[in-house]
């Protein structure tokens, strides 16, 4: 199947793939605008929101999924960003403060055990998961582990890495727009680009072109995804519902 395989869509043409009421009939209809406007493969992804509320929309998409309801050749599984993420300001960028935890074994077999197997991609700041177990367990598992919203250390990085991280989720977001000169996230993930791929917006907007040029002259082409982050009011026009 030819076309663009997009790692993280949030939403799109007016539909939310986080909302609690999203139904099947608009989760279709958005499969249908995304396709048509170029995009053979995607992941829809679901951010941080209170623990509860997170179980019900993983497992609604994955049942879908499971179910044949939703053709696993075009939505193959899910993103799941959050809640194992940095609560701290500039670090947690747009999702709920309140809602981020810290990872735990118990918390992470949940999500598996919700997601029904259709989990294809976490992120997470490894800073939150001690010893890199959750990392660890999830690699195990199959499932992608990518560090984002984080201000893991050199060496956590590293720790992660050795305990099966490998990815980096929109390098040059999630994270404050003022950080030290030369010890931050940006420049401690980049340091490490041999062994990790690295997700970028390349949109103009989240990470400036000329700083994205910068970026991809640090990093070897196939250790460079570009994804979309798309929110539900992508495509709209002002005014416009769907």
Request: aromatic fraction near 6%; glycine fraction near 8%; charge should be negative.
């Amino acid at each position: 199947m030819s076309g663009y395989v997009d790692l993280q869509v949030n939403g799109y043409a007016g539909v939310d793939f986080n909302a609690l009421d999203l139904t099947l009939e608009d989760f279709h209809y958005a499969m249908r605008r995304i396709r048509e406007d170029g995009t053979s493969q995607f992941l829809p992804t679901l951010i941080t929101a209170p623990w509860q509320e997170m179980l019900v929309k993983i497992e609604r998409i994955a049942g879908w999924i499971e179910n044949g309801e939703v053709p696993s050749d075009i939505v193959p599984g899910l993103h799941i960003e959050g809640p194992f993420l940095s609560p701290l300001d500039g670090f947690i960028g747009a999702h709920p403060k309140d809602a981020a935890l810290p990872a735990t074994e118990s918390r992470a077999s949940e999500l598996l055990d919700r997601g029904r197997d259709f989990i294809r991609l976490i992120t997470l700041a490894p800073e939150v998961d001690d010893r890199g177990a959750v990392t660890r367990l999830f690699s195990d598992r199959g499932v992608v582990v990518a560090a984002g919203h984080s201000d893991a250390s050199l060496n956590e990085l590293k720790q992660a890495i050795d305990q099966g991280l490998s990815l980096y989720t929109h390098l040059g977001n999630g994270c404050p727009s003022s950080l030290s000169r030369h010890d931050n996230i940006i420049q401690r993930v980049l340091s490490l680009g041999e062994h990790l791929s690295v997700s970028f917006i390349a949109d103009g907007h989240h990470v400036p072109s000329f700083a994205l040029r910068n970026y991809l002259n640090m990093l070897n082409d196939d250790h460079v995804i570009i994804v979309t982050d798309a929110i539900v009011l992508l495509v709209l026009v002002p005014g416009d519902t769907n």
